[in-house]
T-cell receptor, first 112, second 117 residues
Framework: NAGVTQTPKFRVLKTGQSMTLLCAQD?????MYWYRQDPGMGLRLIHY???????AKGEVPDGYNVSRLKKQNFLLGLESAAPSQTSVYFC???????????FGPGTRLLVL | AQKVTQAQTEISVVEKEDVTLDCVYE???????LFWYKQPPSGELVFLIR??????QNEISGRYSWNFQKSTSSFNFTITASQVVDSAVYFC??????????????FGTGTQLKVEL
């Protein structure tokens, strides 16, 4: 099993460009999450999903959108990238509400 | 609000020393879960342990052990006979229920552990 995978691993964007980060899990998990990791701040939740077709905002949702059209995929979109969105993005999934969250390898994004 | 404090920003030890990483949490929930994750230099987040608030038994897994004390709101992590491969950033996290379902993790800021020869 691959577990949780993320595409791409690294990306450089110019301010104002858009992009989509893809998260895929093969564990049939209901819950999926997007976090960002910034130096000295731990990880913070951007958006999450409690099942196929559902999405909800986390603590830092501004500037991001998400979609969960298929159970195994959770997409994170940046419509107009800003330098403040330079970060490492992690996707996670879990099988139940208080289950262990398993993380993908991360996507390093640099916005110039 | 939920909060996780890892007061040790960086710890350096010599190989084979024992080292304890501290984690103190704040929550008003009566049922909650605590986690430890390891982030090696390669960057991925590796799950180490999940503990629920009703289980205060200490846990040992090889060279790793965890001490959960509800009375002091602490969930400390000890590595016995540390090795260079243990060098990583270690995160403590607390389950934080979200209105409408799901549960996010509130993370501490991490402790950088450096194990030297």
């Amino acid at each position: 099993n691959a577990g949780v995978t993320q595409t791409p691993k690294f990306r450089v964007l110019k301010t104002g460009q858009s992009m989509t980060l893809l998260c895929a899990q093969d564990m049939n998990h209901e819950y999926m999450y997007w976090y960002r990791q910034d130096p000295g701040m731990g990880l913070r939740l951007i958006h999450y999903s409690v099942g196929e077709g559902t999405t909800a905002k986390g603590e830092v949702p501004d500037g991001y959108n998400v979609s969960r059209l298929k159970k195994q995929n959770f997409l994170l979109g940046l419509e107009s990238a800003a330098p403040s969105q330079t970060s490492v993005y992690f996707c996670a999934s879990s099988d139940r509400e208080y289950g262990t969250q398993y993380f993908g390898p991360g996507t390093r994004l640099l916005v110039l | 609000a939920q909060k996780v404090t890892q007061a040790q920003t960086e710890i350096s030890v010599v190989e084979k020393e024992d080292v304890t990483l501290d984690c103190v949490y704040e929550t008003r929930d009566t049922t909650y879960y605590l986690f430890w994750y390891k982030q090696p230099p390669s960057g991925e987040l590796v799950f180490l342990i999940r503990r629920n608030s009703f289980d205060e038994q200490n846990e040992i897994s090889g060279r790793y052990s965890w001490n959960f004390q509800k009375s002091t709101s602490s969930f400390n992590f000890t590595i016995t006979a540390s090795q260079v491969v243990d060098s990583a950033v270690y995160f403590c996290a607390l389950s934080d229920p979200i209105t409408g379902g799901g549960n996010k993790l509130t993370f501490g800021t991490g402790t950088q552990l450096k194990v030297e020869l």
